[in-house]
């Protein structure tokens, strides 16, 4: 625990000594008092005094004076470090400024846009090729058989996978419902109530169901244009009409045979023959008149769903299909290559007003930075200014406590009446001609820059629009 608490501690001691340029952390703060109470300075002097020191014939400074000149003299060399550095980091920063790179970047986007759609219809030609000659193929097969079967130009009712399937199960539940109505009059009133004759009500009624539902399918060829496949289509309603009377009245002598036979001992097939061909009318109450009218109802209900379950013109919806898939796909691929040109000509319009925005906050941060280096010229020669006045204020402090003190038989010396001083310090460069020029020169970049984006949107959008006339008549073909 003590070990990740020092951890922590360093970590937390690394970041909180990072510090921000704007917060100047290597200038000194030149506090007088300070500096007073640091060197004991009134103390040291009224010693001196008492001793008389220094001496009248004395030239040189005594080791307070050199302490004092010391210690301002080094926060002065700090501040001149400092000044090189900070002038150093500026000049970097400026000298890295160069919107030259950015300028031919929006230039060369330009071109480059125009090369890239080019590549993609050049990439894309050969499927464009394919997909448009089976799309004019299939649409041609189309024709021919509008032509040839004399049906009007207009699309076939197709339905949809999830119309299909609901239809399916209509036909199922048909089926079922008509198979619970059966069971459920079978068994009225027998011995073995509705699990007598089960299954034969059932396989009754999904024979009714599923042959009316296929007799529906062959009914739509009432609509074909050939005599012989009318014929047919008509065959096939009568075969779902037959079929459905045929069942219903077999379903009521079951009825009549079962209520009349209640005890089940002998078998229904014989007696159903034997009853028909006694020539008794099976409907004999108002259950089997249920019965009846029940098989024709589900019967019907079968032969809409069959008739409906797709173009009421047979192959007609099957030929659509095949073209309505091709043109689909065509027509996919064109407007996805039209979505990409668009695309990539926003993109690269986008990126050309960013590089200008780019540029121009680059000559925003080359003003601050030059701005900058006067910011810093300022810092250091007011702190210079004030370690010259504060050497003057000290040693004069040091020089008149050490005058109250002295013995009237020891005069000062004559160097007190001279201002202590400092010798020179090499100061940092902080003149911005060359970067004025290379202001000027980047200013005038930015105006070319700033001339030249709209003829370079004018180059990308009338690249797109030729690309994009160039894929409107592929997708008018078809």
Known sequence: MHFIKRLFAFIASIFSSQETEHSDPLIPKIDPEKIKKKLDLQKIAREHGAKGIPRSTDTQLTAAEHAVRAELGRMREQTVKYGEQRIKQI????????????????????????????????????????????????????????????????????????????????????????????????????????????????????????????????????????????????????????????????????????????????????????????????????????????????????????????????????????YAEAHRNYIELIEGLRNKLESEKADVLQKIDSGVQVAEKAIQTFKFNMNQKSVVKKQVSETLVMADETLQSLTRYYQNENMMARPNDAPPPEYFDHPVTFGTLEMPDFGVQKDEARLDAQEQLLRELVAEVEPIRARVQSSFNHQHNQLQPLQDLV
């Open 91 to 322: 000049q970097n920063r400026l000298d890295s400024i160069d919107i030259t790179l950015e300028m031919n970047r929006a230039i060369e986007m330009g071109n480059e846009f125009i090369r890239t759609s080019d590549h993609y219809l050049t990439r894309e030609d050969a499927r464009i090729k394919d997909f448009g000659a089976d799309t004019r193929t299939k649409l041609q097969i189309l024709s021919d058989f509008r032509n040839e079967n004399r049906l009007p130009n207009i699309p076939a009712k197709c339905l949809s996978g999830g119309d299909k399937f609901l239809k399916i199960m209509l036909v199922l539940v048909c089926c079922v419902g008509e198979g619970v109505l059966n069971a459920t009059f079978f068994g009225s009133g027998l011995e073995g109530g509705l699990l007598s004759g089960f299954s034969m009500a059932f396989m009754l009624s999904f024979f009714n169901v599923f042959i009316c539902f296929f007799a529906g399918l062959g009914f739509r060829y009432k609509n074909h244009v050939k005599g012989s496949r009318r014929l047919g289509g008509w065959g096939s309603f009568t075969l779902a009409l037959t079929v459905m009377l045929v069942l219903g009245v077999l379903i009521s002598y079951f009825r009549y045979v079962l209520t009349v036979y209640e005890d089940g001992s002998q078998n229904a097939f014989p007696l159903l023959w034997q009853s028909v061909l006694e020539g008794v009318f099976p409907i004999q109450d108002f259950e089997s008149l249920i019965l009846f009218f029940g098989t024709i109802f589900f019967g019907c209900i079968g032969v809409w769903d069959g008739y409906s379950f797709t173009d009421r013109y047979p192959g007609y919806a099957g030929v659509w299909v095949q």
